[in-house]
């Protein structure tokens, strides 16, 4: 995804420098080279020799370093790279960048470079919310900027809110759209994916038969024309993509919830295989057999994410993409199932055992629009995708 793509990293003192580290391996998995900057406040949570190992070259620290500047003085090693990354990107380093500072290595090649810049903030929350630092981010917002993270959660200082560094995953993510010069590029597109799990007992749940293989595609696809994807996902059977941000959930309200979280967006695809009903009465314990008889289980309908979504008045996705799996009668259904959801496209499969196409290779889809029924031919998942992916940028261009 990154192949022959160079990636200046500068690492700025913080805790969650220690997530750079990985960062640097990931990125190198993913093609790129990997040229690392230490702060001195960043020697102080890695050392240089750890970041120097993991790059597979030498870090770069100082701003006077005669030597260098004779081969090669800052503002070219600032020019030679394709991205900036600055994981983490600390209050400080946000502030010096905002009003032009050059004092150390790291804020003279921010300030030198015409390269692009992504930050990954990391700080404490007070230090993220104070306005200074919001004026900072809307001042280099404003310059071209961009910006993954920070998360919300328990922070390393012992406080909780936004301030955490954006994982790994994420990073790559925006790194790769940032990179992309795909259709997609800038556009945020959610994705769910794989079954849900309803659970009836701690060890015993409902689920269906989606082994999540057309969801990963999709999300697959996406990226590689440039979208930044948020892939909320079940308990698939099927590895996530690499190079999207992952939530995983386990239920359909915890999907649900995560769509709300993850939103807003350009595009949302729904490609899960939500269950369509709960165990009210999921026991805490394990359920016996007994001599009273069968257990009786009480069931509740589940959210439905696709039809809420499309129908959102406010902050509703431009394109709302829902998946239609039919046994009969497919084009009827899902042409109904779309005017009920509310979406701009289904996309309806024929499900049917001897069909083969839950939890196989292959998919023969109908794209369902205001156009009326499209028929494609059976191809492979990744083949649908694809073509799904092109739809997508050509409606959002
Ligand atoms: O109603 P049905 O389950 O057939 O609709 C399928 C479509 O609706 C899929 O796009 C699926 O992801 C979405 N859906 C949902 N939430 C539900 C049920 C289905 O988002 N609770």
């Given amino acids: 995804m990154l192949a022959g793509k160079h990636i200046l990293l500068i690492i700025g003192g913080g805790i969650a420098a220690y997530k750079s580290?990985?960062?640097?391996?990931?990125?190198?998995?993913?093609?790129?080279?990997?040229?690392?900057?230490?702060?001195?406040?960043?020697?102080?949570?890695?050392?240089?020799?750890?970041?120097?190992?993991?790059?597979?070259?030498?870090?770069?620290?100082?701003?006077f370093d005669l030597t260098k500047e004779a081969e090669m003085g800052h503002i070219q090693l600032s020019r030679s790279a394709d991205l900036l990354v600055v994981a983490p990107a600390t209050a400080d380093l946000m502030a010096k960048m905002?009003?032009?500072?050059?004092?150390?290595?790291?804020?003279?090649?921010?300030?030198?470079?015409?390269?692009?810049?992504?930050?990954?903030?990391?700080?404490?929350?007070?230090?993220?919310?104070?306005?200074?630092?919001?004026?900072?981010?809307?001042?280099?917002?404003?310059d071209g900027v961009s910006c993954v993270g920070p998360n919300e959660g328990a922070m390393a200082c012992g406080e909780y809110g936004p301030g955490r560094m954006a994982e790994v995953p994420e990073i790559i993510s925006?790194?790769?759209?940032?990179?992309?010069?795909?259709?997609?590029?800038?556009?945020?597109?959610?994705?769910?994916?794989?079954?849900?799990?309803?659970?009836i007992d701690?060890?015993?749940?409902?689920?269906?038969?989606?082994?999540?293989?057309?969801?990963?595609?999709?999300?697959?696809?996406?990226?590689?024309?440039?979208?930044?994807?948020?892939?909320?996902?079940?308990?698939?059977?099927?590895?996530?993509p690499a190079g999207v941000e992952v939530v995983a959930v386990e239920t359909a309200q915890e999907m649900s919830e995560a769509v709300d979280a993850a939103l807003p967006a350009d595009a949302a695809v729904f490609a899960a295989a939500v269950a369509d009903w709960r165990v009210t009465s999921a026991s805490d314990r394990k359920l016996k057999k007994s001599k009273d008889g069968l257990p009786v289980m009480e069931f509740a309908e589940n959210p439905d994410i696709l039809k809420r979504v499309a129908h959102m008045t406010k902050g509703r996705p431009a394109l709302v993409v829902g998946f239609a799996a039919e046994t009969d009668d497919v084009v009827e259904n899902?042409?109904?199932?779309?005017?009920?959801?509310?979406?701009?496209?289904?996309?309806?499969?024929?499900?049917?055992?001897?069909?083969?196409?839950?939890?196989?290779?292959?998919?023969?889809?109908?794209?369902?629009?205001?156009?009326?029924?499209?028929?494609?031919?059976?191809?492979?998942?990744?083949?649908?995708?694809?073509?799904?992916?092109?739809?997508?940028?050509?409606?959002?261009?």
């Fill in 21 to 63: 580290l990985d960062l640097i391996r990931r990125l190198q998995d993913q093609g790129a080279r990997v040229t690392p900057v230490l702060t001195k406040a960043g020697e102080e949570f890695v050392t240089p020799l750890s970041v120097s190992a993991l790059a597979g070259s030498e870090v770069h620290r100082d701003l």
């Fill in 98 to 142: 905002a009003n032009g500072h050059a004092n150390d290595l790291a804020s003279t090649l921010l300030l030198a470079t015409d390269t692009p810049v992504l930050l990954a903030p990391a700080m404490n929350v007070r230090m993220w919310e104070h306005p200074a630092t919001q004026r900072n981010l809307a001042t280099l917002l404003q």
């Fill in 174 to 199: 925006a790194v790769a759209a940032r990179l992309s010069d795909g259709p997609l590029r800038g556009k945020r597109v959610l994705v769910t994916s794989g079954p849900t799990h309803e659970p």
């Fill in 202 to 240: 701690p060890v015993r749940y409902i689920a269906n038969r989606s082994s999540g293989a057309q969801g990963t595609a999709l999300a697959r696809a996406l990226t590689a024309l440039g979208a930044e994807v948020v892939f909320i996902t079940g308990p698939a059977s099927v590895a996530p």
């Fill in 334 to 397: 899902a042409t109904a199932k779309r005017l009920r959801k509310g979406c701009d496209w289904i996309v309806a499969n024929d499900v049917s055992p001897s069909t083969g196409i839950m939890g196989g290779s292959e998919n023969a889809v109908v794209l369902i629009s205001d156009d009326g029924a499209e028929e494609w031919p059976r191809m492979g998942k990744d083949a649908v995708a694809r073509q799904i992916a092109e739809r997508v940028a050509a409606a959002l261009a």
